[in-house]
Structures are given as C-alpha cells and as structure tokens.
C-alpha cells in the first residue's frame, strides 16, 4: 500500500515538474529537522546542565568535544553506506534515531550521560542526516547543483531563526528535560511523512536524469556516473586543502555558535536579547545562501571559499567589539553570511571537485574532520572564560587561522585525475 502511494504520488509530480524540485524541500525540511544535533541549540541547555549537575563549563565543553570527536570518526563508515544503499533509505532510520536520542537526552543525569547523549546527538544529527541530505541533492542535481544545495541548505539558517529563541523559551516554562522530549516528538512529526512519501535516493533509480535534462558525452552517448574513487581523492592536494578550509570553518562557527549567548552577554546583552541574535543571523544567513548557491555555479571556487574564511575572521572579530544591540545586530548579520558560505561549501566542494560515483564514501571522510573541528571549537573558549574570564582575545587570535587558509585556497584546482579523457566530467567539473 506504501509502495503505491509512493509511485502514484511520484508519476502526479513528474507529470507537472522535474521530481529534484520536490526532492529539494524534503531535504530542506530534514536539514531543519537537524537542529536538536546542532551547536546552535545544545549550546543554551550548557547553562542549565552546570547549575543542575554541578559541572563546570569546561567539563560540559569537554563533554560536547569528546563526544562530537567519537561520533566524526563514524562518518566514513556511513558515507560507504550511503553509497550502497542510496540516503533516502538512510534518512527515515536516522529521524527515527534522532527523535529517540533527543527523548533519552531528557534522563541524563552526569557527565558521562551527557557525553553519551551529545555524541548521539551530533551523529546523528549534525554528522549522518546532513550528510544524507547533501548527498542526496547532490545525486539530483549537476548543472544547478549550487543553487540547488543553497536552497536545500535554507533548512539550517531557518533551525537556526526558530530553535534557539523557541528553545529558550520552553527551557524557561517547562524545564530543559521537557524541551527534549518534545524535541524528539516533534522531529518524528515533522520528519517522517514526507521523507517516507517523498523521498528516492537519485533520478535514475526512477527513470530520470540529473537536473531532468538527459547529459551526453562527445561521442553522443548518455553520460555515465563518473568521479574519483575515495583513494584517488586522498591522492590529491585538492582533499587536503578541502578539509583543511572546512577544519576550520566548522571548529570556528561551532565556536561561535556554542558561546554565542555567553559571549554576547559578557558584552551586556541579556539572556533574551543574545539568543534572539541567532533569529537575525537565521534570516540573514536564509537571504544570502540561495546567492552564494548561485554564485558558486558561475565563479571561480577557489575565490568563493577564499572569501568565505575572510567572512569567518570578520565574525570573529566582529563579536568582539559589541557594545550595544546595534554592534550585535551588525555582528548577527556577519555571523549569518558566515554560515550561509559555511553550509554551502560544506555541500558543494565534494561533488564539484570528486565528482558523483563514490561521493557517499569521500563525503564521509571529509565530513568526519570536518566534525572532528567542530569537536574542538567549543573548548578554546570555555577555557579562556574559566581562566581569564573573557573571551576577546582568544578570539581575536582564532582570527589568524581562516586568514591563513584564505591564502591557501587560492591554490585549489581540480584533481588531474577527473580531468583524463576516460572521465566524463559534468558541467561544475568543467568550470576553470
């Protein structure tokens, strides 16, 4: 019965429009649906865990860090799975999971529960359901793929906008053991129809092309599937100044987005009036990433990701030098362009560079450092506010790392071996 309502659902659709564009807000939807994973959400209950179980916020930042590391190096893994299976198979397992570690979280009771439920909670979360959702879009999409990912990538900056004001709000009323459970609840709610109904994990699984339009080679045959296989990519200089700019970016960004109410309160805003920074930093960051979607498809990448680190060094700066609601304002905005052009290179790099065959199993190594930086982000900081109780300058000197790495993307090219004449190499793979 499922299976029919699936295929009849499918043929209403694809009479009318190319089926990716239904794909695309199911993905959007999922990566919304990440938000009880992400460090812009677990980063308010850090408050309310110290004052119940009597941690300091180190010990939970080393908590959050261990965790995030464990649950990275279980990425490669995964992305082998997606390449045999396909995401969409993946995605309604993993819902299921995320609800059920959000309602566990609910008990946690000391510290090694808390690690326990953090690491969970980024697995799945942050790590497995992205990495399906940007695999997935990416096997729907080849010509558009930029502007595709930043739209399926508007999920985030919209979690981003509604969880943590809605969150603190329920942490308040009802108490942060409550919040998780409705969290998980919801998530099962929200997720789990449309990722059921909807959801194949590429076009030619139903018949269809990339983008809806047939791709044919120089010899009129229809194009194959093509890419690098993982060995290949870790052979080429490309991967490692890849993963290198990503390092960076998610340890940076998750940084800020964990310390973001405590940083902003040390500069005078309130409890309220900091979180609500993160709605201005949602919109901001749901305006710009269809843009810089955009954008990645027609300019040079290396002079998109080059620019986005330099974004990532304004925020860092920026922060520092809040006095009022206006400089937090400003700094929301910047903080929103900064995880507009984060989200999107987090997508867009691997199939653009290594290209679609064994993307599941690239994606997953380079997702699993990328999260290994998100592991270390938070602790710099909450290390520098229990010894020195500021965080200024250690942000200001976080700042030198994505300058660095500005200059080193500038070198990126693709690799030699997507170029050789035996590779088809799609339309992003072709762009100078």
Same mark, same amino acid.
């Given at each position: 019965m499922l299976t029919g309502l699936r295929q009849s659902l499918f043929r209403t659709v694809n009479q009318r429009v190319f089926y990716g564009w239904v794909i695309l807000p199911v993905a959007a939807l999922t990566m919304f649906g990440t938000g009880p994973g992400q460090s812009h959400l677990i980063g308010l209950f850090f408050d309310p865990l110290s004052q119940e179980l009597g941690l300091s916020r180190t010990a939970i930042a080393a908590a959050y860090g261990a965790a995030t590391l464990v649950a990275a190096f279980l990425l490669p893994k995964l992305g082998s799975v997606i390449d045999r299976v396909g995401p969409a198979r993946l995605l309604w397992i993993l819902t299921l999971a995320l609800g /059920?570690?959000?309602? /566990?979280f609910s008990f946690a009771s000391s510290w090694l529960a808390?690690?326990?439920?953090?690491?969970c909670l980024r697995? $799945?979360?942050?790590g497995s359901l992205m990495l399906s959702c940007n695999n997935l879009v990416s096997q729907w999409f080849n010509r558009k793929r930029g502007f595709a990912l930043g739209i399926m990538s508007l999920g985030f900056p919209i979690s981003m906008a509604v969880h943590p004001p809605l969150c603190q709000w329920l942490i308040e009323t009802i108490g942060w053991r409550e919040t998780w459970i409705w969290l998980g609840i919801s998530t099962w709610i929200i997720l789990l129809p449309p990722i059921i109904l909807l959801a194949y994990n590429k076009p030619e699984q139903v018949g269809l092309a990339p983008d809806g339009v047939p791709q044919a080679n120089d010899s009129g045959e229809s194009a194959v599937m093509t890419g /690098?296989?993982?060995?290949?990519? $870790?052979?080429?200089s490309t991967f490692y100044i890849i993963t290198a700019s990503l390092f960076a970016l998610s340890m940076l960004v998750t940084a800020l987005h964990v310390e973001n109410k405590g940083i902003l309160m040390k500069h005078g805003l309130s409890a309220q009036d900091a979180t609500s920074m993160f709605t201005i930093t949602g919109i901001t960051a749901a305006i710009t990433m269809p843009i810089i979607g955009r954008m990645l498809d027609r300019f040079r990448t290396e002079w998109m990701l080059a620019g986005g680190l330099l974004v990532m060094a304004a925020s860092l700066v920026s922060v520092t030098l809040v006095g009022s609601m206006t400089g937090a304002v400003i700094y929301a905005v910047i903080f929103? /362009?900064?995880?507009a052009a984060t989200m999107n290179y987090v997508a867009f790099l691997w199939p653009r560079y290594f290209g679609r065959k064994h993307l599941g199993s690239i994606q997953g190594t380079g997702q699993m450092i990328v999260i290994v930086g998100a592991s270390l982000g938070p602790l710099p900081l909450a290390m520098a506010l229990d010894t020195s109780g500021t965080y200024d300058w250690t942000l200001r000197s976080l700042a030198l790392l994505p300058i660095l790495l500005a200059v080193v993307a500038l070198f990126l090219r693709a690799p030699s071996a997507l170029s050789r004449?035996?590779?088809?190499?799609?339309?992003?793979?072709?762009?100078p």
């Open positions: /059920l570690a959000c309602v /566990l808390i690690a326990i439920g953090f690491g697995f $799945l979360g942050q /690098l296989t993982r060995g290949e990519a $870790l052979r080429s929103g /362009l900064n995880n004449p035996t590779a088809t190499a799609t339309h992003s793979d072709r762009k």
